[in-house]
Structures are given as structure tokens and as C-alpha cells.
């Protein structure tokens, strides 16, 4: 099973890219919740506003639950390459797996790239 498989789409590189670099150039004021059960916490909370996935998480089955709670509660979701340039992007030393924004300002500062991410 790939991770389009699990997501429904294929994030574009350069959406990819784009998240990378707003979560990098806020990652010391953003608010994010950092791993699985951190976002799955924040996405039933109703508190997240973007959620972003890495795709080399193995194993996949670990965010499987993840598109159908953000459909449920109209978070928008995403998949980017690597979990390592994920964790760097949010000011960690380790690879994450989850990241949930919950940063509303962020949000609307990037308002094209989430409208682009709901196109998904």
C-alpha cells in the first residue's frame, strides 16, 4: 500500500516544498503538535488546522486513521517526502512521522498554499 493510496491523491513536489519552508520560517512561533498520537489528539480536539504526513513513515499503518479524521472534522491534510526534513522543518532533532498545525494565524498568512492543499 502507498501513501496516495492512504491519502487519496499525490501531493505535488512544489506543495510540498511550500509547507516545508512555512513550517521551517515559523517553527519558532507556530503552534504544532508533533507525532501520531500528538495530532490524532489535536485533530479530535478540533484544534488543528493543517495536517501534515510524512510519507516514508514505516509502518504506514501508524496514520492510516489519519485522512479519515481530518474528512470528518474538514481539516485539511497533506503528504510530504521525508520524515526527517519534516522534524527539522517544526525544530526537531528527530524525524516525525505527524505534524498538526494548529496555529491559526499561520493559517492565514498562507492562505493560497491551504486553499491549494484542500484541492488535494
Known amino acids: 500500500m502507498t501513501i496516495e493510496t492512504i491519502l487519496g491523491f499525490k ?4 506543495v510540498s516544498e511550500a509547507v516545508y519552508n512555512m513550517l521551517d520560517s515559523a517553527k519558532e ?4 503538535r508533533k507525532g501520531v498520537n500528538e495530532a490524532t489528539k ?19 499503518e501508524l496514520i492510516m486513521h489519519i485522512p479519515t479524521l481530518c474528512k470528518e472534522k474538514e481539516i485539511a491534510f497533506m503528504a510530504v517526502p521525508s520524515k526527517q526534513e ?6 526537531l532533532k528527530v524525524a ?11 493559517i492565514k498568512d498562507n ?3 491551504i486553499a491549494d492543499i484542500k484541492k488535494l
Open 11 to 14: 501531493t505535488p513536489k512544489e
Open 29 to 32: 512561533i507556530a503552534k504544532t
Open 42 to 60: 489535536s485533530i479530535e480536539r478540533g484544534n488543528a488546522k493543517l495536517v501534515v504526513i510524512a510519507e516514508d513513515i514505516n509502518p504506514q
Open 86 to 91: 519534516l522534524g527539522t522543518c517544526v525544530g
Open 96 to 106: 516525525t512521522s505527524c505534524v498538526a498545525v494548529e496555529d491559526e494565524t499561520l
Open 111 to 113: 492562505s493560497k498554499l
